[in-house]
């Protein structure tokens, strides 16, 4: 490894044996060179650029002439609106066709051993089978299906049967209320609803069909249920004329289905955004553009090749398991991980048994999950890793003490470490280092992808800041193929919240700093800086500093009004297992802050307690803000909170520090 220091940061070379070991495949892309060349083409002349890349991951049905359309300022981007595509074709056919044999999923259940894999010619038949079993209930183009399941090889053939018939699903994480099952449903009115009788996970069973009962009433627009029985043990209730086994329907139907052939500005999908900030926004992707940001994405930045395996432990209730375990993955007909379980069960080293056994090429996770573990200690870490070759985190901002432990710990040494800065309204990664070629440096998610004019603004005034070593706000100039193209029924929001905040410009909502070498340092949400006496610090920066101290598992950074100085910081700590909160303690978290930021960024005050977490794992800070104010009964919409009760351990914890 090398590292060499660059001002406060440093550098680490990605693993020469990813260019020279003969046994793993040749990198997608060569060298810095090459990416330079690519990244400049791509934004200067985007028409060659995406055309010809779209000619080259894509099957098209008709092929295109015209690239790209309309504009970020009008809302209107579109691309390749005169050609024609199956998406299901371009998932699965093609390498149904090509390479039956292969593997398409490995499905890995919550138990050890109860997984099993699915090649591409069964993935084909079995998504027939479903398609015409959803037919058969009277689904059809354009219509939305919404989807509350766990993460088993069922729900990827729910998801890819929809898009064969050309409809739109929308899929609603397995762990929300029967409350906000219902608003996404009537948000979208969905016609039909497909579940399980019950979840596995950790060990545990969770009914999942009892949640959507609950929900129904109060959905006018469904018309059925289909249950995929998961427990054969379980004695669930089925309404008559309401609710259908899949069992029951999905055999009666024929192992081809023909595939819709749609246009490439056919929505593919909604989905929901993780609420961390406000109320979810049901952002809409379109089927070209989102498809070949998908593949390219994988193919550039994960390094991926046919023949690999992928494993994301994410969830397709959220946008990451949309493009990474599902559509990327199976673009570009490589084998793909369907992980129903948790990294704690049966104990902490799950994850790399799973690595092991599957001998998984590339590994994709959120630093909730990094932290986790590493909290959990490295002894956990352990079985073969040696078919690994790139790292991936996702969701928030990755403290360098985390990346590091990844690196080191995790990918011994052996592998490129991606930080991949995304969103759900972006499809796929736009800033991210690329696995074999990109210098890492713990802590900045590096540089933008093909395509993505990423600039940075000055919030005070709105113009674009040129150059290098400057701070503002991230936002987009011109449009990306998989950019989201609007808000469900909600084109003015989607106006008013991306587009209005900087005309001309998609905002991000994310403040970055991009640094001597253009590398970009995500900062965290604007809504969240904190601004002391003029400084704007980033919530990301702090945290990394508390985080970096040996007891800290988790950090979460607020400002609070303070008369003096505008705001103040006010710091959450989750300590590792065998710390404990004592003074000396509270004086050596306040030093690493002051000698890596500064003086003006040590906390006021320190709060030890649990941290309120999105079902997708990211810190809400919103609500610890409220709860700081003593606006305890203006919290907002809890529904997307993981743990509830843990606003009561943080409102207590607060009453109990001085
Ligand atoms: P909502 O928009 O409803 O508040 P959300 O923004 O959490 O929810 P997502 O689309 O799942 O919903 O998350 C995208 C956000 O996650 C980004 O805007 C950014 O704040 C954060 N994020 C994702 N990846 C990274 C990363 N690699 N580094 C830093 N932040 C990240
Ligand atoms: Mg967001």
Not at 431 to 444: A, D, E, F, L, R
Not at 614 to 621: A, D, V, W
Request: charged share 20%; net charge negative; proline share 6%.
């Amino acid at each position: 490894m090398t590292q060499h220091a660059s001002n406060y940061s440093f550098v680490v070379d990605p693993p020469a044996r990813l260019h020279k070991d003969a046994s793993i495949p040749k990198p997608n892309i060569s060298s810095m060179e090459e990416y330079k060349a690519m990244y400049e083409q791509s934004i200067h002349d985007p028409t060659t650029f995406w055309g010809k890349m779209a000619r080259e991951i894509i099957h098209w049905e008709k092929p295109f002439e015209t690239v790209k359309q309309g504009s970020i300022e009008n809302a209107d981007a579109a691309w390749f609106t005169d050609g024609l595509i199956s998406p299901c074709y371009n998932l699965v056919d093609r390498h149904a066709i090509e390479r039956p044999n292969d593997i398409a999923l490995i499905y890995e259940a919550d138990e050890l051993n109860e997984g099993r894999n699915i090649t591409y010619r069964q993935l084909l038949a079995d998504v027939s089978q479903c398609a015409g079993a959803l037919a058969s209930l009277g689904v059809t183009k354009g219509d939305r299906v919404a989807i509350y399941m766990p993460m088993i090889p069922e729900t990827v053939i729910t998801m890819l049967a929809i898009i064969r018939l050309g409809a739109i699903h929308s899929i609603i994480f397995a762990g929300f209320s029967s409350e906000s099952v219902t608003d996404r449903i009537n948000d979208s009115s969905c016609k039909l609803i497909i579940t399980c009788d019950e979840s596995h996970r950790g060990g545990k069973r969770i009914p999942l069909k009892s949640v959507v009962n609950r929900a129904y009433p109060n959905c006018p627009t469904l018309t059925n249920v289909l249950v995929f029985q998961r427990s054969p043990d379980a004695s669930t209730a089925m309404e008559e004329g309401r609710d259908i086994w899949w069992h029951d329907l999905v055999p009666k139907f024929p192992k081809y289905c023909p595939p819709a052939v749609v246009n490439p500005e056919h929505p593919l999908f909604l989905l929901y955004t993780s609420g961390s900030t406000g109320k979810p926004k049901g952002v809409v992707h379109t089927t070209g553009g989102y498809l070949l940001g998908a593949a390219a994405t994988c193919k550039y930045i994960f390094d991926l090749h046919p023949t690999d395996r992928m494993g994301c432990a994410g969830d397709v209730g959220w946008i990451t398991g949309h493009t990474y375990i599902v559509y990327g993955p199976l673009m570009m007909g490589s084998a793909t991980l369907v992980f129903e379980g948790t990294p704690a069960y049966p104990d902490y080293s799950r994850y790399w048994n799973i690595v092991e056994r599957h001998k998984l090429t590339q590994w994709y996770i959120a630093p909730t999950a990094i932290r986790l573990l590493q909290r959990a200690g490295d002894e956990y870490v352990k079985y073969d890793r040696s078919s690994l070759r790139v790292l991936g985190s996702v969701g928030e901002p990755i403290a360098p003490e985390s990346f590091m432990w990844y690196y080191n710990v995790v990918g011994q040494g052996r592998c490129a470490v991606t930080d991949t800065y995304w969103q759900t309204e972006t499809g796929s990664h736009i800033v991210s280092s690329m696995g074999p070629i990109t210098p890492m440096k713990p802590g900045s998610a590096t540089l933008p992808f093909f395509g993505i004019d990423a600039v940075i603004i000055d919030p005070l005034n709105g113009k674009v800041i040129e150059g290098n070593k400057v701070e503002g706000v991230l936002a987009i100039r011109s449009s990306w193929p998989s950019a989201a193209r609007t808000v469900w029924k909600g084109h003015d929001r989607f106006i008013d919240t991306y587009l209005k905040p900087y005309p001309g410009f998609y905002f991000t909502g994310d403040g970055a700093y991009r640094d001597e070498d253009g590398y970009i340092w995500i900062r965290g949400r604007v809504d969240d800086v904190v601004n002391i006496s003029g400084h704007r610090l980033s919530t990301a920066e702090i945290e990394a500093a508390l985080i970096s101290h040996d007891s800290v598992a988790e950090s979460a950074v607020v400002g609070v009004p303070d008369e003096l100085t505008g705001q103040a910081i006010n710091a959450f700590i989750l300590l590792k297992p065998n710390a404990v909160a004592n003074v000396d303690l509270e004086k050596q978290l306040i030093m690493s802050v002051r000698s890596t930021i500064g003086p003006f960024a040590a906390p006021r005050k320190l709060i030890f307690s649990d941290l309120p977490k999105t079902r997708s794992g990211k810190i809400m800070r919103r609500i610890l803000r409220k709860i700081l104010a003593g606006e305890t009964d203006q919290i907002g919409d809890l529904s997307t909170l993981a743990e509830p009760k843990v606003v009561e351990h943080i409102i207590h914890a607060v009453h109990h520090t001085h």
